[in-house]
């Protein structure tokens, strides 16, 4: 069975500082890796994705992630945070099985 | 032109009533889900649906039917509604199973 573990629950950070939000999945098989974002009072919105090829994947609102195989992670970072990044912030996994899972999220405070 | 929208937004209502959550997406896409968070954010995926077909199911009380009458629809409905249920609903799409997945705004439930 996968699990995706998302290590910490709430991350506070100043704005313009940098922001690494931690997710770890296992799984012995090929996997697409995502990670959306949460707005209050909203639904999900996808930042990124992984399917294959460079490791190191782009989205949107300045957000990156890196695929890495070896240690089965896909951390999300962003070089300095905006108040506006303040979100709950959910990894997730796809794996053959046909299924979705989620990471418990992580609640993002940038403090201005 | 919305994605994926679900009605209704708020529902409000009375244990031990039925009630039902409309979806329906424009995108095109042939997997629809229907997930449950919690109000620690947690989400859990209850229901996947591929052509019409169910595919997912997770452990969810049979209270909870889902119908599908096409592949741009996929409703929830709920019997005998109890305090635990109270919850935001959320409505997802994808093409295929490990395609992004498209949320909708979310059903917010709440049984007094």
């Known amino acids: 069975a996968q699990s995706v573990t998302q290590l910490d629950s709430q991350v506070p950070v100043f704005e313009e500082a940098p922001v690494e939000l931690r997710c770890n999945y296992s799984?012995?098989?090929?996997?697409?890796l995502f990670w959306y974002v949460q707005y209050p009072n909203q639904g999900l919105q996808l930042l990124l994705k992984y399917l294959s090829g460079s490791t190191l994947v782009k989205g949107i609102n300045g957000f990156e992630a890196e695929f890495n195989k070896s240690q089965t992670s896909f951390h999300l970072r962003k070089p300095s945070g905006h108040n506006s990044d303040t979100a709950e912030y959910f990894c997730?996994?796809?794996?053959?099985?046909?299924?979705?899972?989620f990471g418990t999220g992580t609640s993002l405070t940038v403090i201005p | 032109d919305t994605a994926v929208s679900q009605t209704p937004k708020y529902l409000v209502t009375q244990m031990g009533n039925d009630k039902s959550i409309k979806c329906e997406q424009n995108l095109g896409h042939d997997t629809m889900y229907w997930y449950k968070q919690d109000s620690k954010k947690f989400l859990k995926i209850m229901f996947s649906y591929n052509n019409k077909e169910l595919i997912i199911n997770e452990t969810v009380p049979n209270r909870f039917s889902p119908k599908s009458p096409d592949k741009a629809h996929l409703n929830l409905h709920i019997n005998s509604l109890e305090l635990g249920d109270s919850a935001v609903y959320f409505c997802?799409?994808?093409?295929?199973?490990?395609?992004?997945?498209?949320f909708g705004p979310g059903t917010r439930l709440t049984v007094t």
């Open positions: 799984s012995s098989v090929s996997v697409y």
């Open positions: 997802a799409s994808s093409l295929g199973g490990g395609g992004e997945q498209y």
């Open positions: 997730a996994v796809w794996s053959t099985g046909n299924q979705f899972y």
